[in-house]
């Protein structure tokens, strides 16, 4: 990237030309092949949530989340309630294409507007939306109305630094990894350091070839195994 400086001789940041805020993502249906992101409703989405989620017969898909297990029905949807109302959410379910049922939530956050940032997570995928293709693409979705329909300039994903799933998801996904906050936070009265990670604008482009390309139904065999790997065509 060409350096940019001052009168002065010292450096500073290239020209973000014609810039102005962007607008919250809206809380609209996305489509795709595998799988269909949409808002999530308790009322709509709790029931089949709770069923696909307790396919997690001891709790693992929960460790790392600020979040779960639950008691029971009544004590899961009454979180889902409660994190709705959270402003700093926009938060969808996602439905798998076959079963036409909820197996998975994701959400935005931490969207800062005026710098064009924003933050998937709080994702929360059952067994059976995990190394599915129907999660990926969800992410895939989720990217591509950031960047192509609202126009941000850096989309995030961080995690707790001991998830080596979310990690190695991150690398899978195209994200770079930015470094580590240590003590970032206190979870289920555990420490928390917290793995950072982003796609900016520029490498958008790339990264959304690699997804289109790996997404396309030609890449998998009758079996539905993959031709080419996801984790290959992003890293080239």
């Not at 989405?45 to 029905?73: C, K, Q, V």
């Not at 935005?108 to 709080?122: D, F, H, R, T």
């Not at 707790?160 to 998801?169: E, G, I, K, T, V």
Request: glycine share 10%; proline share 6%.
């Amino acid at each position: 990237m060409t350096e940019h400086a001052n009168h002065l001789g010292q450096p500073i940041g290239f020209p973000v030309e014609g810039w102005t805020a962007r607008q919250r993502p809206p809380r609209t249906p996305i489509t795709g092949w595998f799988c269909r992101v949409e808002p999530l409703d308790a009322g709509w989405h709790a029931t089949e949530l709770y069923a696909a989620n307790s396919e997690d017969r001891d709790g693992r898909m929960w460790t790392y989340l600020p979040w779960g297990p639950y008691g029971g029905f009544d004590e899961y949807r009454a979180a889902l309630e409660a994190g709705l109302r959270r402003e700093d959410f926009i938060t969808y379910a996602v439905i798998d294409a076959r079963s036409g049922k909820a197996v998975g939530v994701a959400s935005y956050l931490n969207i800062n507007l005026a710098a064009g940032s924003i933050e998937v997570g709080g994702i929360t995928y059952s067994p059976a939306l995990q190394q599915q293709p129907a999660g990926t693409e969800a992410m895939y979705l989720m990217m591509r109305r950031v960047f192509d329909e609202l126009g941000y300039r850096r989309y995030e994903w961080k995690c707790n630094a001991l998830n080596a799933p979310s990690r190695a998801a991150a690398a899978r996904y195209g994200f770079r990894f930015e470094g580590i906050f240590r003590q970032a936070d206190v979870v289920k009265g555990r420490n928390r350091d917290t793995a950072w990670f982003s796609i900016t604008d520029r490498e958008w482009p790339r990264i959304k070839a690699a997804f289109e390309r790996w997404l396309d139904p030609g890449n998998f065999d009758d079996a539905g195994r993959q031709r080419a790997s996801l984790s290959a065509l992003t890293a080239g």
